[in-house]
Structures are given as C-alpha cells and as structure tokens.
C-alpha cells in the first residue's frame, strides 16, 4: 500500500477472540509493513469460548492468508461440513437438510426447485435433498473435495468446516505474529478521545500503560468497550423477532465417528446444537429467557446429551441486534462488537470476515472520509439485515403449536421484505437472490420446502415443459449425485488420511 502523510501507521486491535485474531492475521497480511499493528487481549477476562460452525466463504479467508486447507483443519481439531440437519422445525418428527451448494441442474432456463414443484404435482417426489451433492454425500457420512471440472456432479459439492474456534485463533495469533504483530496482555481501563475530533486516540491498561493508535477495531466482544461504551453508538434491538437470548453449551466426547454437519434441533422454547469436531462433540441450547428458565434448559441438555459432560454447562446470554454503525469515527466493531444474531446458521464469524474484508476495500487515511465510512455502514446494514430475515424464516415458517414460544414465533410481525418474499414464494414458490446477498435460492428453497412452506403452484414456465424430458432429466441427476456419494471416502477416512489432528491439547 501507497504510504503517503496521511497514511494510517498505527493500528489497535482491542480483543485477542476469534475477531481480533482474524483481523490481526488478515491485516498484517495485507497491509505494508510500515503499519505498526497492536493487539491487546486480557487473559482475565477471557473469550466467549463458543463458535464452532462456519459456512464455505471461510475458505477464501483461509486462502487469502496462505494458509494450507489441510493444516488448518489438524490444527484445530476441524472436520468438514456440508450442511445443517434441522430437526422439528415445521412439525415434531419432521427433518430437512440445508445443504451447501446447488440442488440439481437448472432447465431450459427454469429453475431446479420449479421443475421439482411440477413433477411433484405428476408423481411423488423424494426430499429435495436427494439433488444436493452435499445433502446426498451427508446422509452417507462421506466427503471428498470438489473437483474443477463443473461438468461433473461433485463440482457441485460445497463444504465448510467445524473446528475449535479457541484453536483457531490461535492458530492465527501465531501466524499474526510472525507477520509482526505485537500482542500485548492487559486489561484495558480507560478509553481517552481527542477532544477536537471525537475520535479515539489510545487506550489505558490497569497497569498504568497507554497505547495509542490512529485506527481502532474493536473486536472486544458483547460489551463493545470502544464502539459502545465509549462512543455510545446505539444498538438495534431485534428481540421481537429474534426472541433466543440465552445459550447454554457443554462439550461431550464423540459416540461414534464425526458427521460432516451440524444437526439443529428445535425444543420447547429454542433449539439444540450437536457439532462434530475430531476430538470432541459441541452441544448447546439457544432459547428464550421469556419462556423457559436456565435451570429448565439446562436439564433439558443434559438429559439429551449422548455421553458425559467434559465440562460444566457454560451460559451465555445476548440481545439479537446490530450496532447501529460498525464503524463510528476512527473506530471499526467486527465481531460480538459489531452486533449480534443467533449462531442458526453460523453466521457470526463469516461477519468478521466480512467487515474485515470491507474494511481492506474502504482502507481509510488520516482524514477519514465520511464517504468512506457511511459506504462500509451501509453495506453492513443490507448484508446483516438480510442474513437476519433468513433466521428469522425458520421460526415464522413453522407449524408448531406445542408451546408458547412457537405460538409466538408463528403468528409474530416479520420485517416487511421478508412479508414480501413470503407472499411471493406462497403463490408460485419464486425466489429472488438480491444483491450481495448471502443466503441464495437453494437455501430458502431448502428451509421453506423442508418447514412444510409449499407454494400453491409451481410458475408457468415449469408447467410448459415437456413433461417426459423433465422425468427422465430429475431422475437422471437423482441417480447421478447417489452413484458419485457412494464412491467416496467416508467422512472419517477423509480426515484420517489428509487431515488428522492430534491428541487434544498437543
Ligand atoms: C452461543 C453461541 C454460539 C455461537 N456459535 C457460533 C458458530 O457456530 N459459528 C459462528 O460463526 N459463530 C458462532 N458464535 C459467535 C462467535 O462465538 C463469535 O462471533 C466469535 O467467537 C467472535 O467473538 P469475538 O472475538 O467478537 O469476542 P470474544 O471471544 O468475546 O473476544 C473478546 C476479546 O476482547 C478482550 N477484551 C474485552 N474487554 C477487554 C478489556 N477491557 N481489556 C482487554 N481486553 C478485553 C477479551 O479478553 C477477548 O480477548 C456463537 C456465539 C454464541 C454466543
């Protein structure tokens, strides 16, 4: 990068969690070494010490750091995933999976979910996920890259990773600091701003010592130490749509050999996490604190677990929202910081990495330009709102009526953009992806087909093709993604081959 006079020299990172390590590590990466980048962490306060499920983008973070696939999943205790099974979403005893990737092949310009909604109006058609690479492989517990080459069906294949998060950062605190970070351990006390500018310009340790810097992240966690505390930005409340406030989780030893997914489980007043690592199950409970005590829930997960505890049950609790600007003066929240919606759809730390690759984008001088500024805010917003509309999908399409808090869920008020997606999909089941944004056709179509939300009729163009071609292409590709699950490696031979870790705490 260009240094001229008004080039940022000194950057603080406050927070050494999952955020503060990712934006050291990419930072560090990216910008010219003549960038002093501080990152400061407080042993005695900790992490949040949860967040163990991604989505397939953290591979181009992972990429953009030269980090090598294999390495990073050994090193924190990783397995593959290819989706996530919900369980008693739409009613008691009914599942889906959301898959990563496509499902089938689009034809003669219509798309995959109209041609499935037309044959089904023929003849009984199996779950959708039977034209998913990546459902079909899961509900085979196998795994194996994808190759280049689009023609083949297993191109279609998507995948991401759970792992240890704790692991993570600090395999890239490592990588950080040998790309010359310097990490220092303390607990910060004091915020000063400059009194002509309003922005911060260092922060003070309960041991006397101030660190000061042009450019601040604040990757501080729920309590926003820079973004909150000091600036008193705002936060945007969306409990009336996202009612969980609360998570307990507990790890267990594995039963049996890892799934590559995540199995979500609706309950009474929330819903239940069950992620495979290699060393380790993670299990937690997301719910109300209006509809069911701490005390109640975390019975609940302990009579549910599959083996014995590893730890105390750990709780949490959290507000959905977001900060009503991500970046306020010279101050940058990525992560906690930055807001929060349930981990669902494990989107929370695709958000770091979003917000840190905007920030790349919008890389600010000395000057700040509000230009600048109120882009990256605005492109935040639209990405965060829509990744909370999709949430908020899984709890507005559900038939359930066995408690209070799916009563609730089920008759709530949703954003009007969701209204409007949902009246619709109800006609003629059409889905339109809207720019940046992350959740594509495949995923609504998986979650709303999967919750028992069938749209009246398919669209006309679906109705016109011919019907024989249709048949035969459906079934053609059914047996195409079966034939290619069932030639590759187990899920468990694929780690032990290329990416076995070791013992736990090695
Ligand atoms: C129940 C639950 C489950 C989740 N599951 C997932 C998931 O499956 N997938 C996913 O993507 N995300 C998940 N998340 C979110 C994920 O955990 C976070 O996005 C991620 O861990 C980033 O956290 P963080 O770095 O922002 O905050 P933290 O981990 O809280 O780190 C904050 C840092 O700031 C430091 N700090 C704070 N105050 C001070 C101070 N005064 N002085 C010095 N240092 C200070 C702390 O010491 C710490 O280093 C989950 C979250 C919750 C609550």
Redesign the pocket.
């Known amino acids: 990068m260009d240094m001229n006079e008004h080039a940022i020299r000194r950057i603080v990172i406050?927070?050494?969690?999952?955020?503060?390590?990712?934006a050291a590590a990419a930072l560090s990466k990216r910008l010219d070494r003549a960038v002093e980048i501080t990152l400061?962490?407080?042993?005695?306060?900790?992490?949040?010490?949860?967040?163990?499920?991604?989505?397939p983008h953290l591979a181009a973070f992972n990429e953009m750091l030269g980090i090598n696939e294999d390495e990073f999943v050994a090193a924190c205790q990783g397995t593959f995933k290819l989706g996530i099974e919900f369980v008693d979403w739409g009613q008691v005893g009914e599942r889906y999976f959301h898959p990563f990737g496509p499902h089938g092949h689009d034809l003669r310009g219509v798309h995959f979910h109209q041609l499935y909604l037309q044959e089904s109006k023929r003849r009984p058609l199996p779950d959708i996920r039977e034209w998913s690479m990546s459902a079909v492989a899961a509900s085979l517990d196998r795994f194996a890259r994808p190759p280049p080459d689009a023609r083949l069906p297993l191109s279609q294949l998507a995948y991401a990773f759970?792992f240890d998060?704790s692991l993570y950062?600090r395999f890239l605190h490592s990588r950080a600091e040998e790309q010359g970070v310097r990490r220092v351990e303390?607990?910060?006390?004091d915020v000063d701003l400059d009194g002509a500018t309003g922005h911060v310009q260092s922060?003070r340790?309960?041991d006397g010592r101030t660190i000061d810097g042009e450019l601040f992240i604040d990757?501080?966690?729920?309590?926003g130490?820079l973004i909150e505390q000091k600036l008193g930005t705002g936060y945007e409340d969306w409990t009336r749509w996202l009612p969980c406030d609360r998570?307990?989780?507990v790890p267990t030893p594995l039963s049996g050999p890892p799934e590559p997914y995540?199995r979500c489980t609706a309950r009474a007043a929330g819903w239940q996490?069950r992620?495979p690592l290699q060393h380790r199950m993670?299990n937690?409970l997301?719910y109300s604190s209006a509809y069911q005590t701490q005390v109640e829930v975390e019975a609940s997960l302990l009579s549910r677990l599959e083996a014995e505890p590893l730890a105390e049950p750990r709780h949490?609790s959290?507000t959905a929202g977001r900060r009503r600007l991500a970046w306020n003066a010279n101050v940058i929240s990525?992560?906690?910081?930055?807001g929060?919606i349930?981990?669902l759809e494990?989107?929370?730390?695709?958000?770091?990495q979003v917000g840190i690759t905007k920030l790349l984008a919008l890389f600010p001088d000395k000057r700040f330009d509000p230009a600048e500024r109120d882009e990256y805010n605005r492109q935040t917003q639209d990405i965060v709102e829509d990744i909370r509309d999709f949430i908020i999908l899984h709890y507005k399409a559900t038939r359930r009526d066995d408690s209070d808090f799916w009563d609730y869920c089920r008759s709530m008020e949703v954003p009007d953009k969701l209204g409007a997606r949902l009246e619709l999909w109800r006609s003629k089941g059409r889905i339109f992806r809207e720019g940046a944004e992350l959740f594509g056709t495949p995923s609504w179509v998986a979650v709303l087909l999967g919750q028992g939300f069938v749209p009246e009729e398919p669209e006309p163009t679906a109705e016109a093709l011919d019907s024989a071609f249709m048949a035969d292409a459906l079934d053609k590709m059914r047996m195409s993604y079966r034939h290619m699950a069932e030639h590759m490696p187990t899920h468990p031979d694929f780690i032990a081959r290329a990416c076995p870790a070791g013992p736990p705490g090695a």
């Not at 050494?16 to 990712?22: E, K, L, N, P």
């Not at 042993?43 to 949040?48: K, S």
């Not at 494990?346 to 770091?352: A, E, K």
Request: net charge negative; with cysteine; charged share 10%.
């Open positions: 406050v927070g050494g969690g999952t955020a503060g390590w990712m400061i962490e407080s042993d005695e306060i900790g992490t949040v010490g949860v967040g163990e499920a991604t989505i759970h998060a950062a303390g607990k910060i006390v922060v340790l309960a990757c501080s966690g729920f309590r130490l998570a307990v989780a995540v996490w992620i993670g937690g997301v949490l959290f990525l992560g906690l910081a930055s929060f349930e981990p494990s989107t929370s730390i695709h958000l770091i």
